[in-house]
């Protein structure tokens, strides 16, 4: 299956495992065990993919996620 | 009360029956003639209609003793309750010598206060143990950097690894929940309870390290108290004894942390009836466990809290102070104030139900 995928800042390569409103998470292709959550911010006619912006945030990420596991 | 039939107590050295016994000397007390009789001392508290009584005895009291949740002879008092009663000036006052002694006296302001600062303390300790643990993570979802997305960007993925993936995330999430909730106290027992059943709970076990594992374990344990308490209580009142017996031994193996949301818990689940039946046998329980260690330790003290209008008064009847309110420093030294707080926790307990049981305040 062909994921969508983005480098970050730490040169690493991540598939887009999920994407739940503007939440997007990541995996680390090449390491399972690492993974994040960032988010999708739409800027003019481009998107980025940007860091949350608080604990509370990834908190709500972190549960949204939870659930649509059910 | 709705449903219950008559608690009787028996001895269990023989499985004599005591309820006459106990309920003269209760009368004796409220009529203001103490100090009684010990009569319910080391009693069991079981439902008539599971003993089988002949001639005053209860001849199956062996098979009642085997099925009762009790506590172990010569068991170790633990320091959980410490906290629970603010003895710190007292005892600071008798390692400073001085001749002006306190009796700590047992009032709800009192044990709220004290608990509250407790549970502040506890608070911060959480807190910063669940920030060093989730740091990492934090560090890398709360990242600065911003990297344009391009959704024509695609990898191959094999499905094996996409699902592995997933599973990490989610077994991730569902421990983070868990935690967050299990140290909410009260309220997030529900959301403890919630979020780790939503996920996978063996792949979320087999993710979790020590620590999170033994927050998992405490936060189903403190739902299966309540989950029994109300279950059993609400839909089954003939297993109401066992159960509780064994609710108040759970309790009172909880963790600090854990003890008062889950003893509240379970009392929140109740109407007011079943709240005093369950605060005699919580109160028969930690009474039992004082008493028994008393024993072993010291045969010659005698410690009663059934029956005791008041603490003060409590704790002149079981000597550790005098009528003029002086300690018996022995006593203090020998039990400890762990010990002290289980007898006064349950003197309070026993004292509030002859109260309710009486008219209320």
């Known amino acids: ?70 | 009360m709705a449903n219950y039939s008559k608690q009787i107590f028996f001895r269990p050295t023989d499985g004599k029956v005591l309820n006459e016994d106990w309920e003269s000397a209760r009368k004796q007390i409220m009529d203001g003639n103490s100090p009684s009789p010990i009569s319910n001392r080391g009693a069991v508290p079981v439902r008539e209609e599971f003993a089988d009584i002949k001639d005053g005895y209860v001849v199956n009291y062996q098979e009642l003793l085997a099925k009762t949740p009790r506590p172990k002879m010569g068991i170790e008092i633990p320091n959980y309750q410490e906290h629970r009663i603010s003895y710190d000036d007292t005892m600071k006052r008798e390692k400073q010598g001085s001749k002006t002694i306190e009796v700590p006296s047992f009032t709800n302001e009192k044990y709220d206060h004290a608990h509250e600062e407790q549970r502040k303390t506890d608070d911060e300790r959480k807190t910063k143990q669940l920030k060093k643990k989730m740091s990492k993570f934090n560090d890398k979802c709360l990242s600065d950097a911003s990297v344009a997305r391009d959704r024509n960007h695609k990898t191959k993925v094999e499905e094996k690894r996409f699902n592995e993936a997933k599973k990490k995330i989610k077994v991730f999430a569902a421990g983070v929940l868990l935690t967050i909730a299990v140290m909410g106290s009260v309220k997030g027992i529900d959301a403890a309870k919630d979020s780790f059943e939503r996920a996978d709970t063996r792949h979320a076990i087999a993710a979790m390290d020590e620590e999170e594992m033994a927050r998992a374990n405490q936060g189903y344990h403190v739902r299966d108290i309540v989950e029994r308490n109300t279950r059993y209580i609400d839909h089954d009142p003939n297993k109401f004894f066992y159960e509780n017996g064994a609710i108040a031994n759970d309790i009172l193996e909880l963790p600090d942390e854990l003890f008062e949301p889950a003893l509240f818990t379970v009392y929140e689940s109740m109407g007011p009836n079943r709240q005093n039946d369950v605060n005699d046998n919580i109160g028969n329980v930690i009474y039992n466990i004082g008493n028994r260690a008393t024993i072993e330790e010291n045969p010659t003290a005698y410690v009663e809290t059934n029956g005791c209008r008041n603490f003060d008064e409590f704790l002149i009847r079981n000597g550790f102070v005098d009528e003029n309110g002086m300690p018996n420093y022995e006593l203090y030294e020998n039990y400890g104030r762990g010990l002290l707080s289980a007898y006064n926790n349950a003197a309070n307990l026993e004292y509030d139900r002859l109260i309710n049981e009486h008219g209320g305040r």
């Not at chain 1, 495992?17 to 999708?40: C, G, H, M, T």
Request: glycine share 4%; aromatic share 8%; net charge negative.
């Open chain 1, 1 to 70: 299956m062909n994921l969508e995928s983005v480098t970050l800042e730490n040169g690493n390569e991540y598939v887009i495992v999920k994407e739940i409103n503007d939440y997007l998470y990541l995996s680390n292709i090449n390491n399972p065990d690492d993974f994040l959550v960032r988010k999708n911010v739409v800027i003019g006619d481009k998107e980025y993919i940007q860091g949350l912006s608080s604990k509370e945030e990834i908190n709500e990420a972190l549960k949204l996620y939870n659930e649509s596991e059910e």
